[in-house]
């Protein structure tokens, strides 16, 4: 049997157009291998198209991506077009039209990646997953500006925490860490943000009850960040709001030693549209175009959505090679002098060593 399967990409900005080609080569390469065949829809949805058209992306662009499997994205943001205009013209959108509710960041301290801490601070090892809600939260559009330049000006900015969208992001919380270490942190603040924070703490203890096997507790998210550098071993699944899930999120990529490593996935967990997968670490304008974007990000993403559509083996040795390939190959940001292609075909020569053992 061969499962087919369409992906849209949207390679953007950056590097984001240096690390796809990567990804698909890699998808390709395991595809041959699990009866996988992919095509893909390539959209030049850019701020490079914002320059030339006035929008990121076509009026009807999300109903031309509505209905292909899967949607994979390299990064958004590019000079001269400001970041709130370039997000909120194309990424945003697609994790908001499409319900993308969970926003799945794991990251872990890979063999032949240094980590900026000290290795006893690293102990057994460090692999955790933050599960960031990714629909509302802290990013609403509901607020304004009045009396602009004015000594009086004011800009306000609600936060929307909905009982149905904070809801299923905690369960999925829970569930996942169920089915890992059993462990679960709820990233909270409110000790001083008293209303939205208050009510996803008694979200919390209300969806703990329905899962009686997870252990959890709740943090600050101000000295939840210096537990997660001091003693980052500690934790497996980490919940949070939009914006806190989004600070976690680099400084666990940071305590990896490297953002070019850390993968995403934005879900839609009831199928219902598209999910999307992207690497977290934007389009880096500093390196792009010099053939050295780390694709280790991407091509994690890959594995991601390996598993979403499933195929949980094929996402496996995805890994399997990718990490194995670091320990001898590294890009600049990790400290090594490969580039782009050279790691590429260092993951994609395991993926057909192993097509060969099969
Ligand atoms: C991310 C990014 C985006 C976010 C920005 C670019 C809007 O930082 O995916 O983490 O905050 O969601
Ligand atoms: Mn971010």
């Keep these: 049997m061969t499962y087919r399967y369409r992906i849209a990409l949207i390679p953007g900005d950056g590097i984001g157009t240096e690390v796809l080609p990567p990804a698909c080569a890699v998808l390709d390469a395991i595809g041959r291998r699990h009866g996988i065949e992919f095509s893909y829809d390539e959209f030049d949805w ?13 009026a009807d662009g999300l109903d031309r991506i509505r209905h292909h499997d899967a949607i994979l994205l390299g990064a958004v943001g590019w000079h001269g077009v400001p970041d709130h205009v370039s997000l909120w013209g194309l990424l945003i959108p697609i994790r908001r039209e499409f319900r993308q509710y969970i926003n799945l960041r794991p990251i872990k301290v890979l063999d032949g990646v240094p980590s900026p801490l000290r290795p006893e601070v690293i102990g057994e090892g460090v692999d955790m997953v933050i599960v960031r809600e990714n629909n509302e939260g802290e990013y609403s559009e509901i607020g304004g500006r009045v009396h602009r330049g004015a ?34 942190v709820s990233a909270t603040k409110s ?16 969806r703990a009850g329905q899962h009686a096997g997870v252990e959890w507790r709740q943090e600050h998210i101000d000295a939840l960040a210096a537990k997660m550098v001091m003693n980052p071993a500690s ?39 598209p999910s999307m997968f992207e690497p977290v670490h934007g389009s880096a304008p500093d390196i792009a175009g010099q053939g050295v974007a780390n694709p280790l990000g991407a091509i994690w993403s890959t594995s991601m959505m390996l598993d979403h559509l499933g195929h949980p083996e094929a996402g496996a040795e995805v890994l399997d090679a990718a990490f194995g390939a670091l320990t001898k190959t590294r890009t600049r940001d990790l400290g090594g002098t490969a580039g782009t292609e050279e790691f590429t075909h260092a993951v994609l020569a395991r993926l057909d060593a192993r097509v060969g053992i099969a």
């Excluded at 490079?48 to 076509?58: D, F």
Aim: net charge negative; aromatic share 8%; glycine share 8%.
């Design 46 to 58: 850019s701020c490079q198209r914002y320059a030339a058209e006035g929008a990121m992306m076509p």
């Design 151 to 184: 000594a009086e000006e004011i800009a306000v900015q609600e936060s929307v925490f909905t009982r149905t969208g904070v809801t299923r992001v905690l369960d999925y919380a829970f569930n996942l860490a169920a089915a890992r270490s059993g462990k679960l």
């Design 191 to 206: 000790n001083g943000i008293i209303h939205t924070m208050t009510f996803w703490d008694e979200m919390v203890a209300e």
């Design 235 to 273: 934790f497996d699944v980490i919940v949070g709001s939009n914006l806190f899930g989004d600070i976690l999120s680099d400084l666990a990529a940071g305590v990896a030693g490297s953002i070019g490593v850390a993968p995403s996935a934005n879900l839609n967990p009831e199928r219902e549209f």
